[in-house]
């Protein structure tokens, strides 16, 4: 068990639609990291949350957004939903920014998403 | 453009010899380099890093050669156990920018088949 949680596990939703994926991450950790893993794929980057603040993003479409909390929880928001965004959705967590050599970002277990 | 290259989509291996998992990068901004492995139904779980000031990290039975020149990383499982079957992600980051972001940048992963 990595100590970050990701709810739900799966998610059945239709084109159009709007949902929300959530990440607790690691208890004492500051930064939250989003992925995306379609098939056959890699994990993509998506967008990075230090304390609060965006950090760094990467190949996060418009239609996503995401927020970290006060307590350090965050939501990755998906709207306009196309087939092609039927993948597997993991956070990571790391205690700092990760700037340190050991600072390894700790994965939750995904979401996974299916438009159908 | 891919930057972080798992040439081999999978990998059988006998019990208790060893699994050499190799990847090739292409951005000579990375210097630092982890290993993920994953099983089915369950998120990256860190296995081993390696600075670029290092050529070589061992923990257990793992070790994680760096060829900085050649931009080419290897993991060795010795010896190997059923157990370790699983998909193993090389992942990289580029040094500190300043600007906070560790975003790793992942291969596309090996499958890895350890044979009793």
């Known amino acids: 068990d990595s100590g970050v949680t990701q709810t739900p596990k799966h998610l059945i939703t239709a084109t159009g639609q709007r949902v929300t994926l959530r990440c607790s991450p690691r208890?004492?950790?500051?930064?939250v990291y989003w992925y995306q893993q379609s098939l056959d794929q890699g994990l993509q980057f998506l967008i990075q949350?230090?304390?609060?603040?965006?950090?760094a993003k990467g190949n996060i479409l418009e239609r996503f957004s995401a927020q970290q909390f006060p307590d350090l929880h965050s939501e990755l928001n998906l709207s306009s939903l196309e087939l092609g965004d039927s993948a597997l959705y993991f956070c990571?967590?790391?205690?700092?920014?990760?700037?340190?050599?050991?600072?390894?970002?700790?994965f939750g277990a995904g979401t996974r998403l299916s438009v159908l | 453009d891919q930057q972080v290259k798992q040439n081999s989509p999978s990998l059988s291996v006998q019990e208790g010899r060893i699994s050499i998992l190799n990847c090739d990068y292409t951005n000579s901004m990375f210097d630092y380099f982890l290993w993920y492995k994953k099983y089915p139904a369950e998120g990256p779980t860190f296995l081993i890093s390696i600075s670029s000031i290092k050529d070589k990290n061992e923990d257990g039975r793992f070790t994680v050669f760096l060829n900085k020149s050649a931009k080419h990383l290897s993991l060795h499982i010795v010896p190997s156990q059923p157990g370790d079957s699983a998909v193993y992600f090389c992942a990289a980051r580029p040094a500190y920018s300043g600007a906070g972001s560790y975003q790793l940048t992942f291969g596309k992963g090996t499958k890895l088949s350890v044979i009793p």
């Open positions: 990571a967590s790391s205690v700092a920014t990760g700037v340190g050599p050991g600072d390894a970002q700790y």
């Open positions: 949350y230090y304390n609060g603040e965006e950090r």
């Open positions: 208890s004492g950790d500051l930064s």
